[in-house]
């Protein structure tokens, strides 16, 4: 039988060393087949990918950059996430979130904004238990992906 009643939930997380490690190899492998292949573009796509690293690792890897999104919270507000830059501000989770043993993948919108945007957190950014409250809190929270109001 489920309580009636919504408790407040926080959870907040670090960086992952396994995402940096699964990063990395993803952009080695993108590098050494630019590389190996000889094409007319392939510096453009080696320009690319190392944009993309220095763009994306301090911000969603490494969680250095202060638009970082570091932790999630239910309230009585709805869900909010935090930010150094933003602190908690509300979102809109989407149907399509994760919630698996080894990763959580928050699917979410910013009110007044269209897109949709991700932030993953492997199992080994947070202590164990706390990421199996917040897999419990995802799968089973009752209205779970109303717009925060």
């Known amino acids: 039988m489920s309580s009636p009643s919504n408790p407040a939930f ?20 993108a590098l050494g087949a630019l590389l190996s292949m ?22 969603h890897i490494l ?6 999104i570091r932790g999630l919270r239910r309230d009585a507000d709805g869900w909010q ?9 509300g979102v ?15 699917r979410y919108r910013v009110p007044g904004q269209w897109w ?7 199992r080994d950014s947070q202590v164990a238990d706390v990421h199996r409250r917040l897999r419990v809190r995802l799968k089973f929270s009752r209205r779970r992906w109303l717009a925060p109001g």
Do not use: K, M, N
């Open 116 to 122: 949709v945007r991700s932030v993953c957190v492997p």
């Open 92 to 106: 809109q989770l989407r149907p399509d979130s994760l919630a698996l043993p080894l990763v959580v993948v928050l």
């Open 10 to 29: 926080e959870c907040r997380w670090q960086a992952s060393r396994g995402l940096l490690a699964a990063y990395l190899l993803a952009q080695l492998t």
């Open 63 to 68: 969680l250095t950059h202060r638009s970082s």
């Open 38 to 59: 000889h094409l007319p573009l392939s510096s453009l796509g080696i320009f690319l990918c190392l944009a993309h690293a220095a763009w994306v690792v301090p911000r």
């Open 81 to 89: 996430l935090f930010s150094h830059e933003r602190g908690w501000h």
